[in-house]
């Protein structure tokens, strides 16, 4: 099953622009969670945002949370060629543990 | 972090045969396991919830005679695509939740197996 929605489902830019990507749930959350793959390789986590949050920043990123619109959107600043990768955004809610992934959001930095 | 490891990386069998891929949590205990299969340019959908000791969940359309998990210690869990088609070709991944669960911190993913038959 899937749950989170990213928008949009690609993303190119120039290296050194800042990058938005968004992500919308339908059911209540504990937590939200976004995830960095590269290319045919395993999930790396980048930040996770309790239900109870509205905002949180790690180096570069920079994570908001909206529970009334049901959403949530990552922002890259001074985007990098490597952070050239597909972006989710994952939910845990309802009680379970298993954690949730939207479609995923393709981003190129072009150097 | 927690390191979760998933063995093999990739895998090439013929239809008809059975594969076993393993996922190991190397410096904590998992109660719980999930088990996620990524098709190209997709995202990644909930195969199954693992607990040690007991039958995996399986998600809707799941068909668990297919896709064999096994849970037998808190520090592995295995995922056995049985007679394979060429179909069931994707990556799979799974990842361990901590043992605090997921309510609070990030589940831990293996770095994912390459299953291609042909």
């Known amino acids: 099953s899937q749950q989170g929605e990213e928008d949009p489902q690609a993303l190119s830019i120039q290296e050194g622009e800042n990058a938005t990507m968004n992500c919308s749930y339908k059911t209540s959350i504990n937590n939200l969670q976004w995830y960095r793959q590269n290319s045919g390789r395993g999930l790396v986590h980048l930040i996770l945002?309790?239900?109870?949050?509205r905002e949180k920043h790690s180096g570069r990123l920079r994570v908001t949370l909206d529970t009334s619109k049901k959403s949530s959107s990552l922002l890259i600043t001074a985007s990098r060629a490597a952070d050239t990768a597909s972006y989710f955004c994952?939910?845990?809610?309802?009680?379970?543990?298993?954690?949730?992934f939207g479609k995923g959001m393709k981003l190129t930095v072009n150097p | 972090g927690a390191v979760v490891s998933q063995h093999p990386s990739w895998v090439i069998c013929k239809s008809g045969t059975s594969v076993k891929i393993e996922c190991r949590s190397l410096?904590?205990?998992?109660?719980?396991m999930f088990w996620y299969r990524q098709f190209p340019k997709q995202s990644l959908m909930l195969m199954a919830t693992?607990?040690?000791?007991?039958?995996?969940?399986?998600e809707q359309g799941v068909e668990k005679d297919k896709f064999l998990i096994n849970h037998a210690s808190l520090t592995l869990s295995t995922l056995t695509v049985t007679s394979a088609h060429p179909e069931d070709s994707s990556f799979y991944i799974c990842?361990?939740?901590?043992?605090?669960?997921?309510?609070?911190?990030?589940?831990?993913f293996g770095q994912g197996t390459r299953l291609t038959v042909v």
């Open positions: 994952a939910t845990v809610g309802g009680g379970s543990e298993k954690l949730v």
């Open positions: 945002i309790r239900s109870n949050e």
């Open positions: 990842s361990a939740a901590p043992p605090y669960g997921t309510m609070n911190t990030e589940a831990f």
């Open positions: 693992s607990n040690e000791g007991s039958k995996a969940t399986y």
């Open positions: 410096d904590f205990q998992a109660t719980t």
